[in-house]
C-alpha cells in the first residue's frame, strides 16, 4: 500500500550542477509555490558558475567541489560525497552537472539525471545540450524527448524513471527544437521528484526499478 503523501515529511534533495542552474531554479520555484512536496538542502557546483545564484536567492547552502588538474575520478568523489554527508539527502539531482561522479554505496538507486533525448539513443559522454539536438536533427528522426534516469558509473547509462516524447517538426533549428525539449524537462523532472516524494518510485538492492501505478501518468504531449 502507498503511503498517505500527505503524511510524508519534504523529500530532501542535494542538486549537482555546471554551468547556469535552470533546473535548480525550476525546482526551487516550484518548491516555493508548494507544488513539490521537497526541500533543496544543498547544492554542489564543480565550478563557479551561475547556478549558485540561484542557490543564493533561496537561501540554500552552496558549496564549489572543483574537478582538480590532473583529474582524479576517485578523489573528486571522495570530495563531494563529503560534502552530501553533511546534508544528508534522499534524492541527489543532476542538473547539468557536466563531469562524472562515482556514486558510493549509499547513494546507488538515489541520483537521478535528465537527459534531453529519449536514451538509449543519443546519450553518453560529450552528448549534451545543443549537441543532441543537432544529432537528433541529423538522423532525420521524426521524435525526440528527454529522459529522467538512475545514475551510474557510466554517462546516461542507468535506469529509465520515465521520459516524455517531443515531435521533431518540419522546419525545427537546434534552437526550436532545444526549446521544446527544456519546455517538457521542466514538467518531467518535477513529475519524478513528486513521485519519489510520494514514495511510489523504488529501486531494489540490485538496481531494479518499480514505479507505482505507472500506467497513470502521461508522458505524451
Not at 525546482?27 to 565550478?47: D, K, T
Not at 534522499?90 to 539525471?113: K, V
Not at 516524447?165 to 521544446?180: A, H, K, M, N
Amino acid at each position: 500500500m502507498t503511503p498517505d503523501p500527505q503524511s510524508r515529511p519534504p523529500l530532501r534533495l542535494a542538486v549537482l550542477i555546471s554551468g547556469g542552474g535552470s533546473t535548480l531554479r525550476n525546482i526551487l520555484e516550484r518548491i516555493g509555490e508548494g507544488r513539490l512536496n521537497a526541500e533543496v538542502v544543498g547544492v554542489v557546483a564543480s565550478r563557479d558558475c551561475g547556478g549558485l545564484q540561484h542557490a543564493a536567492d533561496f537561501n540554500v547552502p552552496s558549496a564549489i567541489v572543483e574537478r582538480g588538474q590532473p583529474f582524479d575520478a576517485a578523489d573528486f568523489a571522495a570530495r563531494i560525497t563529503a560534502q552530501l554527508e553533511q546534508w544528508q539527502p534522499g534524492l541527489i539531482i543532476f542538473g547539468g552537472f557536466l563531469s562524472l561522479y562515482l556514486l558510493p554505496e549509499q547513494y546507488r538507486g538515489r541520483a537521478i539525471n535528465t537527459h534531453p533525448a529519449l536514451l538509449p539513443a543519443f546519450g553518453g559522454q560529450g552528448m549534451y545540450g545543443d549537441r543532441v539536438h543537432q544529432a537528433v536533427l541529423d538522423s532525420g528522426t521524426r521524435v525526440t524527448g528527454c529522459t529522467v534516469h538512475l545514475v551510474d558509473d557510466e554517462y546516461d547509462h542507468g535506469g529509465i524513471v520515465l521520459q516524455k516524447v517531443v515531435p521533431v517538426l518540419p522546419g525545427d533549428t537546434v534552437s526550436s527544437l532545444g526549446e521544446r525539449v527544456r519546455l517538457a524537462e521542466r514538467e518531467l523532472l518535477p513529475l519524478v521528484i513528486s513521485l519519489w516524494a510520494e514514495g511510489r518510485i523504488s529501486v531494489d538492492g540490485s538496481g531494479r526499478l518499480s514505479i507505482a501505478d505507472r500506467e497513470l501518468f502521461s508522458t505524451s504531449d
